[in-house]
């Protein structure tokens, strides 16, 4: 038995690494994803114009205006005149924000009197507000560290630091989420493909009256993807780590083990989307059915806590929810195996789940 | 009116610079009021010419006028007047006999007046007026070629092209196919049909025989098949076993080629050799040689140099199966309903050790149902099918390590070497350690594969993927073996000497079950099983099917003579019945 299912295991990494063609699939794309993903797809905020509007002309106004424009997040000022000017400057996109100081700025401050400024953002880049917004309500922070250190009015300081990744560097964020989706992918369409791809050859009738039990076939064709997936992670982890520079902080051992757990999940549903599939358009189709939705319910764009309560409560089986959670703690915070196991107990019964449904559908599909 | 409709003038094309051309210095002219055959086997360059005659491709060097107008400059005046039918014609599975229809009346601008004449008429035509409101994807192979052929008949064209329209399609539709061609024939019309298959290329009243994409004939069948008349015989009459006969037949000087032909031998004599002593042969005592008349595959196989000997290097490697088992392969009242439909019903056959049983029958009839359970792949409604003895879904694991199967496609991976190939096979089989090794080294030395070891199966030329699909699927030596269409596709030679394999493994006591659609290979068969809307309607030896059928219209019927009278016969007792 051991050596029927070696020579199919044989036989499909030949067939996957002979064809030039299929060997590019499964090296360029992902690298181009991981790519595009950790320089394109960066929710940073940086060079952005900003439109200052000061009709203040004291020294705490102009010191206020320095520190606005001082800041790595604006690359661009525009200086604005009167107030009639502002609409014209958001609509038409020229900054994402204007910092308006009223005329009365300085003197309100030397009286010890409230001393408003306003912060007009383009409520049409709603990302890029917030973090802008964020960014000012820093500065002003800061401006007012100042003027109490001056002695003037004592306000209340907060002192904000990002743990694990202290600079905000966004790659920290990706790269370890990619690690995820992109093993998601080649665990998918490997085995969605292969039954597929044999359908079409019409080799699968040939495996099917050879003394191969299905289970073999199936343990054939999950265990190829499992590796080829495995080997693919290690790689992106790889060029993660040394060339994109992210840091990894936790256990490798843990990250592989759960990666084989998760893996298994998928491959359980790569298996059931292919002995559905009588082609291999079929199959891509089917592959991407499952992709997208649990993608966006991974937490990988927006966090599951902000989603309605029945889409997180559907979000519990998904298997990418739960080894996102553990690529991101192993990269940036060295979890203990204790919360590794929590996450990986679930995607364990996903797997027992979508590899018995894979296995009794593969049975019944070739009655 | 020109006497030439199409004129080819040293026509060369390649697919890349670097490959070999895949038609070289082609020079010829087909005339309009014929069916013209395009023959020659698989990757002979059929195809490829079909579709320069379109001007989908443009030569390499050479000319190519259809009806005065040049491929290269004149391409869009050439479509008005091509009808071309692709090998899979574009046919839309979803839609519907009639929606296809007016799919293609759309494509080719013809209007709404006169468009439901055209679809009365073509639907009469092809007889697929019934069934307007069927899916094509849901028509047998034979009725969705006749609605390609309806659909490139929509508008009449000046020049015909059918790229291999007999592919796949039983005797029965064939005929028709061949009817409806010959009824489009007129003064204005050329007509040229594709075919590997050389009894139809008889038919035609020109043929262009192609050849590794060289032109090897053109005229008149007769003129080639004139080169070997007086050379063909039967031995008739043989009490001893007629596969050896054959066998020791091709060992002989003086002999270039032979086939069985049920319980007959034929043969073809070398030019300027005299007939072997019957003696020799050991056929028995009531033999004797009968001359007859000479074929277009013999003029063909005799043009390439004669056919393959009459040993099998596969059959004298093979250890000889135990003669324990009087019967091998058993089918019981196998019987398969898909929902409302049966497929096939209470289908019971028994093979004997040693026996080559044929499965034949119209498409659809449930021929491959049958076979499809019989090796495991379908679970029968109802009923048994048993290989050696051993229930398929009871210890299925068991009976299929005892049978081999290969199927029309040569089920190859083609992305493997032919090595790897023959390592992947014996390692699902269970081959291991030394005697792996050597059972892959015996299959490479007997199918003469050293040559394309590292090569990946699909770029093999077809003689070898034939080769190599055999020598996986025997490589575990099998008691039964199983064949779907196995030489669909393959030229005359390969075929022989597949079947010198086959005899050769059938006289060691393996037994064959084969579906074919092709009546040459029927006629190796010992016993044939004619299945008709999912019934076993007659089974016997080829020789006692043809007796059945003797009719004073009919003295001596060919094989597909009596498969479709056969067929005839069985709806007439039953439309009594009803």
Known sequence: ?367 | MPNESLVIEGLTYSYGKDLPPALSELSATIRPGIVTGLVGPDGAGKTTLMRLMTALLLPSSGHLTVFGLDTRSNASQLHEIIGYMPQKFGLYEDLSVIQNLRLYADLRNVTTVDRKQVFARLLDFTGLEPFQKRLAGRLSGGMKQKLGLACALIRKPRLLLLDEPSVGVDPVSRRELWRMVQELVDEETAVIWSTAYLDEAELCQDVLLLDNGQLMFSGPPKDLTERVAGRCFQIQGISNNRRQVLSTALQQDEVQDGIVQGQNVRMVLRAGHNQPALSVLDAGVEARLTPVAPRFEDAYIDALGGGPGGISALATAMTPLPDDQEVTVEADGLTKRFGNFTAAENVSFAIRRGEIFGLLGPNGAGKSTTFKMMCGLLRPSSGTGRVVGLDLQKAPGKARSRLGYMAQKFSLYGDLSARQNLVFFSGVYGLTGMQQKETVTRMIDIFGLQPHLTDSAKDLPLGFKQRLALACSVMHEPAVLFLDEPTSGVDPLTRREFWTHINGLVEHGVTVLVTTHFMDEAEYCDRIGLIYRGQMIATGPPDELKSRTRSPQMPDPTLEEAFISLLQQWDASHEEKA
């Open chain 1, 1 to 367: 038995m051991f050596n029927r299912i070696r020579a199919l295991i044989i036989k499909e990494l030949l067939a996957l690494l002979r064809d030039k063609k299929s060997r590019m699939v499964l090296i360029v794309p992902p690298l181009i994803q991981l790519f595009i993903f950790s320089f394109a797809a960066t929710q940073e905020v940086k060079n952005q114009t900003l439109a200052v509007l000061n009709l203040d002309h004291g020294q705490p106004a102009l010191n206020l205006e320095q520190d606005f424009t001082a800041a790595r997040t604006f690359s661009g000022v525009i200086r604005l005149q009167r107030p009639e000017e502002i609409p014209a400057v958001i609509n038409e996109q020229q900054a994402i924000a204007v910092l308006w100081i009223p005329q009365d700025f300085s003197r309100n401050l030397e009286r010890g009197q409230a001393a408003p400024v306003s912060f007009i953002l383009d409520g049409r880049k709603t990302n890029a507000a917030q973090i802008v917004q964020g960014y000012a309500v820093r500065i002003i922070n800061n401006y007012r560290d100042k003027l109490a250190g001056k002695g003037q009015q004592s306000g209340i300081n907060i002192v904000a630091r990002n743990w694990f990744n202290p600079n905000l560097d966004f790659r920290w964020y990706t790269l370890p989420s990619l690690v995820c989706i992109l093993t998601t992918v080649i665990g998918l369409i490997v085995t969605g493909l292969s039954v597929a791809r044999e359908r079409e050859m019409g080799t699968f009738e040939q495996l099917l009256v050879s003394p191969l039990h299905p289970l073999e076939i199936l343990v054939g064709k999950a265990l190829p993807a499992l590796l080829v997936a495995m080997i693919e992670g290690a790689l992106i982890v790889l060029i993660g780590v040394s060339l994109l520079q992210v840091p990894f902080n936790g256990s490798l051992p843990l990250l592989f083990a759960s990666m084989g757990v998760f893996l298994l999940a998928i491959i359980g549903v790569g298996l059931f989307v292919s002995s559905l599939s009588m082609t291999q358009q079929q199959a891509v189709l089917g592959a991407f059915m499952f992709l997208v939705p649990a993608t966006i319910l991974s937490g990988f764009a927006s966090p599951i806590e902000n989603m309605p309560h029945w889409l997180q409560t559907i979000s519990y089986a998904n298997p990418l929810r739960y080894f996102m959670t553990i690529v991101r703690g192993i990269f940036l915070k060295d979890v203990p195996a204790t919360v590794v196991w929590a996450q990986t107990w679930p995607m364990a019964i996903i797997a027992c789940v979508t590899l018995s449904i894979a296995t009794w559908l593969f049975k019944k599909r070739m009655e």
